[in-house]
């Protein structure tokens, strides 16, 4: 479809990237199962090594991880975007390309656990320093900045706190040191939010979550700005080998043609779910941004298109009222991941950011009570009367 770039949200998310195929007539991308491609001749061979376009060997690029590529680049207003094998790869290749041998960077302190247990651990024995802020307030970041600070580094909506992290002026703290700002954009999808939009340089995915939507697959992605930021990405992933198998990338060009439909319903469904538990006398707090209580609703109404599907909350009586709830619900899975059309629930405290040390969890604003809910697409009356029922026996 010519001038994609330009069409409206639903049809840049049916149609980028993927293309009718010229031989077949195929409406759905093929699925390229080869690890390698055939050279016309010698001279052919030697010409796709050394720059030339055509497809050498599927780690190094195959068509139909490209058509995923190059529709999530559209979605999220990049240059283009590199496939990986899980968000976790994804995270990887953004530390890997980005920091060094005495290099630092600033991150948001509530960032899914792997992602900062990364930096804390593994990092450090290559030489590099991380400092985790409450990144709500852009003043800390900036308060962070040191002379070698490569890489500012933020969750927003943030796992499992629902914290937002103004994009804009972390943006402009970033580039003022020299530093790039990457941008973990899992909870909100490029549906309702485009961080390349807000100034950041770098935004990446778990595509397991909610651009897959099915949760039947492991994947992510990261886009890139800038064409000479995305060669450095490029250069580092294709080799470091965390990059996609074209199965996978089908799967999740499946899922993503319908985000945009999956999203307002499971949205929808979250705003009224929030808004019953608000009121709910066994709740003693909740996290939503689509509610007018969230401390930074008047954030997400700048730099997001809504407040998502994934809600934290405490209920009274701690945390054994808690296991309580997430023992007793029918609707919602007891399970880790979020994003699914179908919802679930967890305890973030022993099961996602267990590894991270109590006390730095509690700085982080993890508390021990907080229960986190993905709502899915399911009828709204079933996930409340659901929720009435297990509140009622606690
Ligand atoms: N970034 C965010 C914000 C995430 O929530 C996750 C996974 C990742 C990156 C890593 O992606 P993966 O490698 O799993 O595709 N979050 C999970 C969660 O909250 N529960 O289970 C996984």
Known sequence: ?????????????????????????????????????????????????????????????NPTTEA????????????????????????NMVYLTLLGQGAHAVATESLYGPSRMILESEYPRFGVESSFVDSSDPQNVAAAMRDNTKLVYVETP???????????????IAHEKGALLAVDNTFASPYLQN???????????????????????????????????LARLRKVH???????????????????????????????????????????PKISWIRYPGLESHPQHELMRRQMRGGGAVMSFGVKGGLEAGKTLI????????????????SLIEHPASMTHAGIPQEER??????????????????????EADMARVLDMI
């Open 158 to 172: 943030a796992n499992p706190t629902l914290i937002l992290t103004d994009i804009k002026a972390c943006a402009e």
């Open 195 to 229: 961080p390349l939009e807000l100034g950041a340089d770098i935004v990446l995915h778990s595509m397991t979550k909610f651009i897959n939507g099915h949760t039947d697959v492991v994947a992510g992605i990261v886009v890139a700005k800038e064409p000479e930021v």
């Open 327 to 342: 023992n007793n619900v029918q609707v919602p899975a007891l399970a880790v991941s979020l994003g699914g059309i179908e």
């Open 1 to 61: 479809m010519k001038d994609i770039q330009n069409k409206g949200m639903m049809t840049r998310i049916i149609h980028a990237g993927q293309h009718v195929d010229p031989q077949t007539g195929a409406v759905s991308t093929p699925i390229y199962q080869t690890s390698t491609f055939a050279f016309k001749d010698a001279d052919h061979g030697a010409a796709c090594f050394g720059g030339a376009p055509g497809y050498k060997y599927t780690r190094l690029g």
């Open 238 to 280: 294709y080799n470091m080998g965390g990059t996609m198998d074209p199965h996978q990338a089908w799967l999740v060009l499946r899922g993503v043609k319908s985000l945009g439909l999956r999203m307002e319903r499971a949205q929808e469904n979250a705003l009224k779910l929030a808004t019953f538990l608000e009121k709910h």
């Open 362 to 383: 509690m700085a982080a604003h993890i508390s021990d009570d907080l229960v986190r809910i993905a709502v899915g697409c399911e009828t709204y009356a079933d996930l």
């Open 68 to 91: 995923l590529e190059n529709n999530i680049a559209t979605l999220e207003h990049g240059c283009g975007a590199l496939g990986a094998a899980s968000g976790m790869a994804a995270v």
